[in-house]
């Protein structure tokens, strides 16, 4: 070997010393997905083959078997019970609660995220708080002002308090994504002659997508799963929700678990149909900010 190869060879890079091997699977990370995917399972496979199966032979048959006589008879039967309407109210809330929740928290965590001005940080230290304050706490005065505001009854009378307390997350998410973007973009638009609606329409709502997405979505299930203000706020039938409905639905039927299984999973689709568009942008919006 000349002292040229010689040169060449001890220049080379070796390869690692774990190239080459096989790692070792991770038996505790796999039997507690196991674990996790049957818990998830198996209420899922009881609800879809619960939906499907006669009274009688949910009575008398296995519940974790297959069904012997599959029926739609029992989906027949929950749309014809009041179910589109209180799937519509249901939607109706949930759209309004995240348009106004979108809408007052992208321009407050901008203002915070950009701002250095103490009355903005105190006023996002006293929105935090609302963290810390559980809607069970204060029904009564939400109930008072809905009333002096002649909204009782109404879908709005919903709307409101769920998106007043679904915006200090949302503002904390995307305060957190916010603050992930470069400064020296911030200053790019600046001397583009940018205002700062402009900027907050070019820069940042682009930026922060996955954050809007992930408060979305947490909203939505905010605003669909909801079951106090409803209760409180609302007394007719035309201003029933679902989570309402399938109250109602559990002593119209009765003993029929099949029918109110049904009733479940129609309501479960929507919001199910939401994550699965958006779940690819939830997690990095979740994380957002705190890796710094």
């Known amino acids: 070997?000349?002292?040229?190869?010689?040169?060449?060879?001890?220049?080379?890079?070796?390869?690692?010393?774990?190239?080459?091997?096989?790692?070792?699977?991770?038996?505790?990370?796999?039997?507690?997905?196991?674990?996790?995917?049957?818990?998830?399972?198996?209420?899922?496979?009881?609800?879809?083959?619960?939906?499907?199966?006669?009274?009688?032979?949910?009575?008398?048959?296995?519940?974790?078997?297959?069904?012997?006589?599959?029926?739609?008879?029992?989906?027949?039967?929950?749309?014809?019970?009041?179910?589109?309407?209180y799937l519509l109210n249901n939607i109706i809330v949930t759209v309004g609660t995240v348009a106004i929740v979108v809408l007052c928290a992208v321009p407050c965590a901008y203002a915070v995220a950009r701002s250095s001005s103490p009355v903005i940080k105190y006023g996002f230290t006293m929105l935090l708080m609302g963290l810390a304050i559980p809607a069970q706490a204060t029904i009564i005065p939400v109930y008072l002002i809905i009333t002096r505001l002649h909204l009782y009854d109404s879908l709005l009378a919903i709307i409101l308090p769920t998106a007043a307390f679904a915006l200090p997350v949302a503002t904390l998410v995307l305060v957190n994504s916010l603050r992930d973007v470069p400064?020296?973009?911030?200053?790019?638009?600046?001397?583009?002659?940018?205002?700062?609606?402009?900027?907050?329409?070019?820069?940042?709502?682009?930026?922060?997508?996955?954050?809007?997405?992930?408060?979305?979505?947490?909203?939505?299930?905010?605003?669909?799963n909801g079951f106090l203000f409803p209760l409180v706020l609302t007394q007719s039938t035309d201003t029933r929700v679902l989570t309402l409905g399938l109250w109602e639905f559990q002593g119209q039927f009765g003993a029929n678990v099949p029918g109110l299984l049904a009733a479940v999973t129609l309501s479960v689709l929507p919001i199910f149909v939401v994550y699965l568009i958006g779940r690819r942008f939830l997690l990095s919006g979740l994380t957002a900010g705190f890796g710094k």
Do not use: C
């Open 183 to 224: 400064r020296e973009l911030y200053e790019a638009q600046e001397i583009d002659g940018a205002s700062p609606w402009q900027t907050l329409t070019n820069l940042v709502l682009p930026l922060a997508k996955p954050a809007v997405v992930t408060v979305v979505i947490y909203t939505s299930l905010q605003a669909w």
């Open 1 to 85: 070997m000349t002292a040229l190869q010689t040169r060449r060879a001890a220049a080379r890079p070796e390869p690692p010393a774990h190239r080459g091997r096989r790692q070792r699977p991770n038996l505790v990370a796999g039997i507690g997905a196991a674990l996790w995917l049957i818990v998830v399972i198996v209420p899922l496979y009881y609800l879809l083959t619960g939906s499907v199966r006669g009274r009688g032979e949910y009575l008398t048959g296995d519940s974790l078997s297959l069904p012997e006589n599959p029926t739609l008879d029992n989906y027949a039967t929950v749309l014809e019970g009041g179910f589109t309407t």
